[in-house]
């Protein structure tokens, strides 16, 4: 069974950036992404990237998310620019290990795996 392990979550002010890292060992992986939860919401996509290295992003972070992968490390990135108090979340990687579909990404039950969660908070 493989492993998710997210890192670089943090505390920053609105404006600030932050990177999340996402190693992924021993998993077969046709897709990767991003999830995240606020505070008395659902799971909420934010980012995929597919084996070519297609991106899709939800309206509400684009032009200030960045998703990545590094194959050779098998990492997961989510460089997060401008972030913005209503950015404030559990962050989730996932991992899909069959082809993907972009138009279904955003169901949660579409996702094969997914990461223990790390927690950013953007204050104002």
């Known amino acids: 069974q493989g492993q998710l392990v997210e890192s670089g979550g943090g505390s920053v002010q609105a404006g600030g950036s932050l990177r999340l890292a996402c190693a992924a060992s021993a998993f077969e992986t046709y897709c990767m992404g991003w999830f995240r939860q606020a505070p008395g919401k659902g799971r909420e996509k934010i980012a995929t990237?597919?084996?070519?290295?297609?991106?899709d992003y939800a309206d509400s972070v684009k032009g200030r998310f960045t998703v990545s992968q590094d194959n050779a490390k098998n990492t997961l990135y989510l460089q997060m620019d401008d972030l913005k108090p209503e950015d404030t979340a559990m962050y989730f990687c996932?991992?899909?290990?069959?082809?993907?579909?972009?138009?279904?990404?955003?169901?949660?039950?579409?996702?094969?795996?997914w990461g223990q969660g790390t927690q950013v908070t953007v204050s104002s």
């Open positions: 996932v991992i899909r290990a069959t082809y993907c579909a972009v138009s279904l990404s955003l169901r949660t039950n579409y996702w094969h795996y």
């Open positions: 990237i597919n084996l070519k290295g297609m991106t």
